[in-house]
């Protein structure tokens, strides 16, 4: 009987239809909780379409921030050099412009995004996969590897409309992550170490749009109970929390204890 089991299960498995990787796309947002059943049954090559998605998208970035950014660049230089000997600020301005090639800058920006992108993901899976296991899920890798890409597509919705915004408005945002909302109030910001953890934690729809994927991700992949697969989305979070704020908290308290790396006027 066990092995009549066991050969309906494989028939059934294989006679579920494919799904199309336009279908998964609407599926992961509208339809989440079966979407990642059928992921977890069919991870090999699946979570390539997320990949390129987000390649695509990084890409994109790249093209439409850089430029924007050497031209705001390019207009603060024409200020700066008239406080500086004549000679001296020409000089300095046509050695910077023309040292910033735009194809380099882009490139550059292209190649670390997908790098900050591909470590991210692999970090996520990581930890996931880890706490998962320590908890006594019963998960591979790869499975959640898949699950952590797909519902990254939230993430990837919010990096469509911004970089949307700036191609559109020209303008790069001033503010990130929850420093945003206060100076879309004009509300005062904070200054130093506090205005940096603002800027670093990035609390909006979208991501808890993902956590919220994530967390039914790691539950129908892992097995978990939902207390156990909570505990490890809320694990990872506080834990990629703690790791982007550690840079602001390490840089200001060098700055506090050598002010005169803050340079002039600081």
Not at 178 to 193: D, E
Request: net charge positive; aromatic share 8%.
């Amino acid at each position: 009987m066990a092995d009549q089991d066991q050969f309906s299960d494989v028939g059934d498995a294989a006679s579920r239809p494919e799904i199309s990787a336009v279908n998964l796309l609407w599926r992961i947002l509208a339809h989440p909780v079966p979407t990642l059943g059928h992921l977890r049954d069919h991870s090999q090559r699946v979570w390539l379409v997320p990949v390129i998605l987000g390649i695509l998208l990084v890409a994109a970035q790249a093209l439409v921030t850089v430029p924007i950014a050497g031209r705001s660049a390019g207009e603060r230089l024409e200020v700066q050099p008239a406080q500086m000997p004549t000679q001296q600020g020409t000089d300095m301005s046509t050695r910077i412009i023309r040292g910033a090639s735009l194809v380099l800058l882009v490139a550059t920006a292209l190649l670390s995004g997908l790098i900050g992108l591909w470590v991210r993901w692999a970090f996520r899976a990581a930890a996931v996969h880890v706490f998962s296991l320590g908890l006594g899920g019963r998960n591979r890798f790869d499975q959640v590897f898949t699950m952590v890409v797909w519902t990254w597509v939230p993430l990837l919705m919010r990096s469509l409309l911004q970089t949307l915004d700036i191609a559109f408005s020209g303008v790069l945002p001033t503010h990130r992550g929850l420093a945003a909302y206060p100076a879309a109030l004009g509300q005062p910001l904070p200054s130093g170490v506090q205005y940096a953890l603002l800027s670093q934690a990035q609390i909006d729809l979208f991501a808890l749009w993902n956590l919220m994927l994530l967390a039914a991700g790691v539950l129908i992949v892992t097995d978990l109970s939902r207390v156990r697969a909570l505990l490890v989305t809320v694990g990872y979070w506080a834990l990629a929390t703690a790791l982007s704020l550690i840079p602001a908290v390490a840089g200001d308290l060098v700055l506090s204890r050598f002010p005169l790396l803050r340079g002039p006027g600081a």
